[in-house]
């Protein structure tokens, strides 16, 4: 069982968010995007948002400002999270355009929100799960898609909510967060999706 829900928190890793969700909407996305222009953001979004804070990291941990790629404590989550907020700016300037795909520019721009969030209440010593906030970003980018386009998502959505639970399950199980921790993270997600959803919903 360790084994199992230490997976769960790897494969709904936060740096994993991002692309998964850019993936599932090019996937239902009735607007026609050709292949090639699929295949080019995807691969820069996975080197932005995944390689690239993976790298930070190493560097960040060689000198001494993270242990873990966790972020356990509030003191070092400060730097990676103003790197990964650097990063996804960039990824709004140069990769992510509201003229070709707006509803991902938006998810996108609720992901720095998110971030932003984090690194505020990391200053104050608050630790919100970054895992739930990126995990209900993305279910709630789902729901939003799921009007938009008309599309009957309900299965996506049931796994979704079976994904959360057992995130908010893995994190308990490992004592890297309590109740409270979780249900920020999960607002935290969750509203500026919401809020954002406004622009192009």
Same mark, same amino acid.
């Given at each position: 069982?360790?084994?199992?829900?230490?997976? $769960?928190?790897?494969?709904?890793?936060?740096?994993?968010?991002?692309?998964?969700? /850019?993936?599932? =909407?090019?996937? $239902?996305?009735?607007?026609?995007?050709?292949?090639?222009? $699929?295949?080019?953001?995807?691969?820069?979004?996975?080197?932005?948002? #995944?390689?690239?804070?993976?790298?930070?990291?190493? $560097?960040?941990?060689?000198?001494?400002?993270?242990?873990?790629?966790?972020?356990?404590?509030?003191?070092?989550?400060?730097?990676? *999270?103003? %790197?990964?907020?650097?990063? !996804? %700016? #960039?990824?709004?300037?140069?990769?992510?355009?509201?003229? @070709?795909?707006?509803?991902? =520019?938006?998810?996108?721009?609720? #992901?720095?929100?998110?971030?932003?969030?984090?690194?505020?209440? &990391?200053?104050?010593?608050?630790?919100?799960?970054?895992?739930?906030? &990126?995990? &209900?970003?993305?279910?709630?980018?789902?729901?939003?898609?799921?009007? +938009?386009?008309?599309?009957? @998502?309900?299965?996506? *959505? /049931? !796994?979704?909510?079976?994904?959360?639970?057992?995130?908010?399950?893995?994190?308990? +199980?490992?004592?890297?967060?309590? =109740?409270?921790?979780?249900? !920020?993270? *999960?607002?935290?997600?969750?509203?500026?999706?919401?809020?954002? #959803?406004? =622009?192009?919903?």
């Amino acid at each position: 069982m360790d084994k199992f829900l230490k997976s $769960i928190s790897y494969i709904f890793h936060p740096l994993f968010m991002p692309l998964f969700a /850019a993936w599932f =909407y090019f996937e $239902i996305s009735p607007r026609f995007i050709s292949k090639v222009v $699929i295949h080019g953001k995807l691969i820069s979004l996975g080197i932005l948002t #995944v390689i690239l804070p993976v790298l930070s990291f190493l $560097i960040l941990k060689t000198l001494g400002k993270a242990k873990t790629i966790h972020l356990e404590n509030t003191k070092e989550r400060i730097y990676p *999270l103003i %790197l990964y907020g650097i990063i !996804l %700016l #960039v990824t709004l300037k140069r990769v992510i355009l509201p003229t @070709l795909t707006v509803e991902l =520019y938006f998810f996108i721009l609720g #992901v720095l929100v998110s971030n932003l969030a984090c690194l505020f209440m &990391a200053f104050f010593k608050l630790k919100a799960s970054l895992h739930m906030a &990126a995990i &209900a970003g993305a279910f709630m980018f789902f729901v939003a898609l799921s009007i +938009h386009f008309s599309i009957n @998502l309900n299965n996506v *959505l /049931a !796994l979704m909510c079976v994904a959360i639970g057992a995130v908010a399950t893995s994190r308990l +199980h490992f004592m890297a967060h309590n =109740y409270k921790e979780l249900i !920020l993270g *999960l607002f935290v997600g969750i509203l500026p999706q919401l809020i954002l #959803v406004t =622009y192009w919903l």
